[in-house]
């Protein structure tokens, strides 16, 4: 490797500490807690629960990415998770309707919630957290009187297994002992393909521009995130294999990666959000945009509060309480700026995991939960003091 070579990775990596420094910080945390829990925290039952147990905020962060990258907040999402829950423990409970119905209408009631939302803020320059604070109140209201201050429950199974389910094994028998060989089979198969796609998109780019991303960090890359693909498939495969709404989050993750690097509709969010005005002139429907993103939101907050009731097996009057302030440190902490234009699924994600790994961690060494709070707000004062910091250097 050339100096210039080594000079270009540094300037990459420099100008990309956003990105790689929360990775870096996940697996730091993680290292941290595994030596602090004598080695809990990566035990596969360990494993699993930490994914169920965030599965919903991982999935709202998905979409609040793109409500903050295009410039605005939702502060209602806690307050749909419990509506929506709600609407569907009365829908199966009460009612006695298939499960196969209600999903979908209450991830429809979701997305018109957030399109309702949207309307105010697009069409009427209303700011959104004003809207959105409005609609926390509301639907906290509509909860209880939807539930009549009581729990509803339980769920039937078929329902259930949307947050408690697990892949089952079609390879079963081929080994003996607790091994989940199709949850293996998917891992090295989701290990394989991503440097495939990975290689595609950088001939795509070759053909337009120069690529950015030096090959040595490309490889390096891909390497650790296969190496890690196979860690985490190996462990789960040891329990009970991959849950099915770990397989959900991949495909969601999946979907709205590839909206916002490969799409017109993702390169148009993230200029609404760097610059509105610029982007209304070049001929952008700005309005429409940000519509599509609170609507976007609400469905994927519908389908956060079904996962959640489904964990639970019953709907609470307080479920979804203060579910907005993780959901949005999460995106903030994954990379996301505050003025919008900025951030990506992945480091949504990633700091989604931050803030689940710390939770599952501090409770699993006796830490309180005033104390967990505590660092919960330091950890995100440190990440927006670090994104302030990089803006002024800039």
Same mark, same amino acid.
Not at 32 to 54: A, H, S, Y
Not at 167 to 172: Q, V, Y
């Given at each position: 490797?050339?100096?210039?070579?080594?000079?270009?990775?540094?300037?990459?990596?420099?100008?990309?500490?956003?990105?790689?420094?929360?990775?870096?910080?996940?697996?730091?945390?993680?290292?941290?807690?595994?030596?602090?829990?004598?080695?809990?925290?990566?035990?596969?039952?360990?494993?699993?629960?930490?994914?169920?147990?965030?599965?919903?905020?991982?999935?709202?962060?998905?979409?609040?990415?793109?409500?903050?990258?295009?410039?605005?907040?939702?502060?209602?999402?806690?307050?749909?998770?419990?509506?929506?829950?709600?609407?569907?423990?009365?829908?199966?409970?009460?009612?006695?309707?298939?499960?196969?119905?209600?999903?979908?209408?209450?991830?429809?009631?979701?997305?018109?919630?957030?399109?309702?939302?949207?309307?105010?803020?697009?069409?009427?320059?209303?700011?959104?957290?004003?809207?959105?604070?409005?609609?926390?109140?509301?639907?906290?209201?509509?909860?209880?009187?939807?539930?009549?201050?009581?729990?509803?429950?339980?769920?039937?199974?078929?329902?259930?297994?949307?947050?408690?389910? $697990?892949?089952?094994?079609? $390879?079963?028998?081929?080994?003996?002992?607790?091994?989940?060989?199709?949850?293996?089979?998917?891992?090295?198969?989701?290990?394989?393909?991503?440097?495939?796609?990975?290689?595609?998109?950088?001939?795509?780019?070759?053909? $337009?521009?120069?690529?950015?991303?030096?090959?040595?960090?490309?490889?390096?890359?891909?390497?650790?995130?296969?190496?890690?693909?196979?860690?985490?498939?190996?462990?789960?495969?040891?329990?009970?294999?991959?849950?099915?709404?770990?397989?959900?989050?991949?495909?969601?993750?999946?979907?709205?990666?590839?909206?916002?690097?490969?799409?017109?509709?993702?390169?148009?969010?993230?200029?609404?959000?760097?610059?509105?005005?610029?982007?209304?002139?070049?001929?952008?429907?700005?309005?429409?945009?940000?519509?599509?993103?609170?609507a976007n939101m609400g469905m994927l907050a519908a389908l956060a509060g079904l996962v959640f009731a489904?964990?639970?097996?019953?709907?609470?009057?307080?479920?979804?309480?203060?579910?907005?302030?993780?959901?949005?440190?999460?995106?903030?902490?994954?990379?996301?700026?505050?003025?919008? !234009?900025?951030?990506?699924?992945?480091?949504?994600?990633?700091?989604?995991?931050?803030? !689940?790994?710390?939770?599952?961690?501090?409770?699993?060494?006796?830490?309180?939960?005033?104390?967990?709070?505590?660092?919960?707000?330091?950890?995100?004062?440190?990440?927006?003091? $670090?994104?302030?910091?990089?803006?002024?250097?800039?």
């Amino acid at each position: 490797m050339t100096d210039t070579d080594t000079k270009s990775i540094g300037y990459y990596l420099r100008t990309h500490i956003r990105e790689y420094g929360m990775v870096v910080a996940l697996v730091a945390i993680l290292a941290f807690f595994q030596v602090l829990t004598d080695g809990i925290m990566l035990k596969p039952v360990n494993l699993t629960n930490l994914f169920l147990q965030n599965s919903y905020i991982i999935i709202m962060a998905v979409g609040m990415l793109l409500v903050i990258v295009g410039g605005n907040i939702d502060l209602s999402v806690g307050s749909v998770v419990g509506f929506i829950g709600a609407l569907a423990a009365v829908m199966i409970v009460n009612w006695d309707l298939p499960t196969a119905l209600v999903i979908p209408v209450c991830l429809i009631a979701g997305a018109i919630i957030g399109a309702a939302q949207g309307y105010w803020v697009a069409y009427w320059r209303i700011p959104s957290f004003i809207v959105t604070l409005a609609g926390m109140l509301v639907f906290k209201g509509l909860t209880l009187a939807l539930l009549g201050g009581a729990s509803v429950g339980p769920f039937p199974d078929g329902f259930q297994a949307m947050s408690s389910g $697990f892949i089952p094994d079609f $390879f079963g028998g081929l080994i003996e002992g607790r091994f989940n060989l199709f949850s293996m089979s998917l891992g090295v198969a989701l290990a394989a393909i991503l440097p495939i796609l990975g290689l595609r998109a950088r001939a795509k780019q070759a053909k $337009f521009a120069a690529v950015e991303e030096p090959m040595a960090v490309f490889v390096t890359k891909h390497a650790v995130a296969g190496l890690a693909i196979l860690f985490v498939t190996y462990l789960l495969s040891t329990y009970r294999g991959l849950p099915n709404i770990l397989v959900i989050m991949a495909l969601l993750i999946a979907i709205f990666t590839f909206i916002t690097n490969s799409t017109t509709l993702g390169r148009r969010i993230y200029a609404l959000g760097g610059n509105e005005k610029a982007a209304k002139l070049s001929g952008i429907n700005t309005k429409r945009l940000t519509f599509f993103t609170f609507a976007n939101m609400g469905m994927l907050a519908a389908l956060a509060g079904l996962v959640f009731a489904a964990r639970l097996n019953t709907a609470t009057p307080k479920a979804g309480l203060a579910f907005e302030l993780d959901v949005i440190a999460a995106v903030f902490i994954g990379g996301a700026s505050m003025s919008g !234009g900025v951030g990506k699924v992945i480091g949504a994600v990633v700091g989604a995991l931050i803030m !689940g790994v710390m939770n599952n961690g501090m409770s699993i060494i006796g830490v309180g939960i005033d104390w967990q709070q505590v660092i919960k707000g330091l950890v995100l004062l440190a990440a927006v003091i $670090f994104d302030v910091y990089n803006k002024n250097k800039a």
